[in-house]
């Protein structure tokens, strides 16, 4: 076991933190120069296949500054690990910029505990700078960071990014060189990076987004604009900094040519405001589909083109309204010159109506009042189904929704609706729990909102 080296002298750290604090209390000011932006891999393992694949992106683009973050054991370890040792050696000697994982429990963490595992990376490992984690973004603890950089750069290091995963307040700007602002799933508008960000340079800032199925480059351009430094992963929480995704090297190569597309994001949410992932989108162009995937999605859009954006039900979430037009059509044309994010708006039927609308509830059992489960079910706003449709059935001809049972559907109040239920295997539709036997049942909404609850029974 290695012993660790003895700390400074505290007069002597107390001489150079007079010295250093000055330069860290003037944070660097927005320019007119807009320099590469960086690569920040957060990749938190030690395994070589997919620390190598980082230094041939390197070798490959080495326009294009890299910062590994390495993380042995939730900090550096108790004692020193030769698999980091060596791996930091090999990404620095490609001219990765190394720097050791530390938490820091937005402040609350003991400073000397902080200040032992900078020690020791820098000791064991011999990064080149400190990666602290859960940086706290409210008022008051500015001068805890502010400290710790200066311990950090008194032993050598040379670049210290602390993560807010969230945006963060003036004040804290200088208090490390780096911080990162966005830690979540999806892409974010590039939009929301600038704003007073752009007072200062974007070295400043850095991203970590996740959960993103595909690398949309002009997003990734148009955010290089306002940050120094990003990463992007179609890893999931709670661990999506595992592994490198399969898109990585054209995430450094993106940022190693000229910006030619604007990002398109396609995201979704409840209709109280609360964001939702997940969602299946479908973005087309000429007749073709050129895009899918899961909300939050990004699409490298060309300006001035017109594009299809159409988003897709799942389980308890039903398409309402887009956020930016009100539409309640699935299906919209778009184009667009600059970044642009729009949001589609879902009802989640296993809550209560919104105001203005009713809730249509609809389960299936059999003849002995079991519960049934997987029937197909649609909804209507016509009785124009009554004498049939062609496949598929289309809004015009009073389609509005289908689900398996059980399952639910707002309508808006002050009509009449029908639900319809299909057969399936052996089971046969005999009848609703009220006795009628016509397989489209009527359902009458005043004006008044109300959660009608129908049964369908089959046989045998």
Same mark, same amino acid.
């Given at each position: ?6 700390? &400074? ?8 933190? @007079? ?7 003037? &944070? ?10 960086? %690569? ?17 992106? /390197? %070798?490959?683009? &080495? ?49 000397? #505990? ?11 490992? /011999? ?40 945006? =963060? ?33 974007? =070295? ?28 992007? =992963? $179609? ?25 030619? $597309? ?13 964001? @939702?992932?997940?969602?299946?989108? =479908? ?17 490298? +859009? ?22 930016? *037009?009100?539409?309640? $059509? ?11 994010? @729009? ?19 609809? #389960? ?47 309508? +808006?109040?002050?009509? *009449? ?44």
């Amino acid at each position: 076991m290695l012993e660790k080296s003895p700390r &400074p002298h505290a007069a002597i750290f107390a001489i150079v933190l @007079i010295l250093l604090v000055p330069l860290l209390e003037s &944070p660097t000011r927005a320019s007119a120069a807009s320099p590469t932006a960086g %690569v920040m891999v957060p990749l938190y393992t030690a395994s070589a296949s997919q620390w190598d694949s980082v230094i041939q992106a /390197k %070798v490959a683009h &080495p326009a294009v500054p890299i910062v590994g973050i390495i993380n042995p054991a939730n900090g550096p370890g108790s004692t020193p690990n030769a698999t980091y040792a060596s791996l930091t050696q090999k990404l620095q000697s490609a001219g990765v910029v190394v720097l050791g994982y530390v938490y820091t429990s937005y402040g609350s963490r003991n400073s000397s #505990a902080v200040q032992s595992d900078v020690n020791d990376y820098a000791t064991w490992y /011999k990064v080149k700078g400190i990666f602290f984690d859960q940086m706290a973004y409210w008022s008051g603890v500015e001068s805890y960071y502010n400290s710790m950089t200066v311990y950090a750069k008194s032993i050598g290091l040379t670049l210290v990014v602390g993560n807010s995963g969230v945006d =963060t307040l003036p004040s804290y700007v200088g208090t490390v060189d780096t911080i990162v602002i966005y830690e979540s799933a999806g892409f974010p508008n590039p939009a929301s990076l600038g704003g007073w960000h752009t007072n200062y340079a974007k =070295t400043n800032w850095a991203i970590l987004p996740y959960y993103v199925d595909s690398l949309g480059k002009a997003c990734v351009d148009s955010a290089s604009n306002y940050v120094g430094y990003l990463y992007v =992963t $179609n890893g999931a929480a709670p661990h999506p900094w595992a592994s490198l995704p399969s898109y990585f090297p054209d995430l450094v190569a993106s940022l190693d040519s000229a910006p030619t $597309n604007v990002c398109l994001t396609t995201q979704s949410g409840a209709s109280n405001g609360s964001p @939702i992932s997940g969602l299946w989108v =479908t973005i087309g162009a000429g007749g073709s589909t050129v895009a899918t995937g899961f909300t939050p999605l990004t699409f490298a +859009a060309a300006p001035g083109t017109q594009y299809t954006v159409s988003v897709s039900d799942y389980q308890n979430y039903a398409f309402y309204y887009w956020s930016d *037009t009100g539409s309640t $059509n699935r299906l919209r044309l778009i184009s667009i010159q600059s970044d642009n994010t @729009i949001t589609a708006v879902y009802f989640n039927y296993a809550g209560p109506p919104p105001s203005g609308y009713s809730k249509i509830s609809l #389960a299936t059992v059999n003849s002995a009042n079991a519960s049934l489960s997987g029937f197909y079910t649609t909804f209507w706003s016509t009785a124009s189904i009554l004498q049939g449709c062609s496949s598929p059935c289309s809004v015009s001809q009073g389609f509005l929704y289908s689900c398996f049972s059980p399952c639910a559907y707002f309508v +808006a109040n002050g009509a *009449t609706y029908y639900v319809a239920v299909a057969d399936y295997g052996s089971e046969t539709f005999s009848h609703w729990g009220d006795g009628t036997t016509a397989r489209y049942h009527a359902v009458v909404i005043g004006s008044s909102s109300l959660v009608v609850n129908l049964v369908a029974v089959y046989s045998p």
